[in-house]
C-alpha cells in the first residue's frame, strides 16, 4: 500500500460530459503529481501541484484542468470528454524523494 | 533528465536471478538513477534508486558502473508476481519536486 488514496476506483460516462477525479496524498507530502496512461500510450505526465499551487505542466490538454486544496488532496477535472480520454489517471505524491503512486481511476467515456 | 535506453523485453525463470540492464550514457554527475516496475494496470511501484554506489534494499539490487553510464537492477530470486513492466528513470538530485519521465521500460515474464 502506497499511502495514496484515488477515487473512485472505476469511471463510465459518456462523450461531451465532465467528471472529477480525486486524490488523497500520503501523509506529509506536499508534492501532488497527475499521469495518464492509455492502451497504446505510456505514463503521460499531466500536472504537477506542490502546496497549492501549480508546479509544473506536461502533456495536459486545455479541456482538463487540476486544483490542489488546502488539505493537500487534489482533483483533476476533465470536461467535454472523448472517447480518446478513456485511460488510467494516476495520482503520485512525495515530500522531496521518491514518488508513490496510487492505483490510478480507470475512465471509460461511451 | 537524461534518456534510458532499456530492452524491450526478458524472460526469467523462477527462482534465478532477473538482471535488467539499462543505458543512461549522457547521465550528468548530479541525476540518480531510479527504478519503478508496473503491475498490470496497478499504480507504479517504486523499486530502488542510486547516485554513485550500488544499493540494496528488501526488494532488489541496484548496480552502477563506475562511469555511471548503465545500471543493473537485480532481482535476486525471481518469482511469478516479479512479471511487470520495469522502467529506468534518470532524475536529478535537487529535484525532489519535479516529476518523472516514464519511457517504454522492459516488460519482465518470469516462467514457472
Known amino acids: 500500500d502506497s499511502g495514496v488514496t484515488q477515487t473512485p476506483k472505476h469511471l463510465i460516462t459518456a462523450t461531451g460530459q465532465r467528471v472529477t477525479l480525486r486524490c488523497s496524498p500520503r501523509?506529509?507530502?506536499?508534492?501532488v503529481y497527475w499521469y495518464q496512461q492509455s492502451l497504446d500510450q505510456g505514463l503521460q505526465f499531466l500536472i504537477q501541484y506542490y502546496n497549492g499551487e501549480e508546479r509544473a505542466k506536461g502533456n495536459i490538454l486545455e479541456r482538463f484542468s487540476a486544483q490542489q486544496f488546502p488539505d493537500l488532496h487534489s482533483e483533476l477535472n476533465l470536461s467535454s470528454l472523448e472517447l480518446g480520454d478513456s485511460a488510467l489517471y494516476f495520482c503520485?505524491?512525495?515530500?522531496?524523494?521518491?514518488?508513490?503512486f496510487g492505483n490510478g481511476t480507470r475512465l471509460t467515456v461511451t | 533528465d537524461a534518456k534510458t535506453t532499456q530492452p524491450p523485453s526478458m524472460d526469467c525463470a523462477e527462482g534465478r536471478a532477473a538482471n535488467l540492464p539499462c543505458n543512461h550514457s549522457t547521465i550528468s554527475g548530479n541525476e540518480y538513477v531510479y527504478w519503478y516496475r508496473q503491475i498490470h494496470s496497478q499504480g507504479p511501484q517504486y523499486i530502488i534508486h542510486g547516485l554513485k554506489n550500488n544499493e540494496t534494499n528488501e526488494m532488489a539490487s541496484l548496480i552502477i558502473t563506475e562511469d555511471r553510464k548503465s545500471s543493473t537492477l537485480i532481482l535476486p530470486h525471481a518469482t511469478l508476481r516479479d512479471t511487470a513492466v520495469y522502467y529506468c528513470i534518470v532524475r536529478f538530485w535537487n529535484s525532489g519536486n519535479t516529476p518523472l519521465v516514464f519511457g517504454k521500460g522492459t516488460r519482465l515474464s518470469v516462467i514457472a
Open positions: 501523509s506529509g507530502d506536499l508534492s
Open positions: 503520485a505524491s512525495s515530500e522531496g524523494g521518491p514518488l508513490h
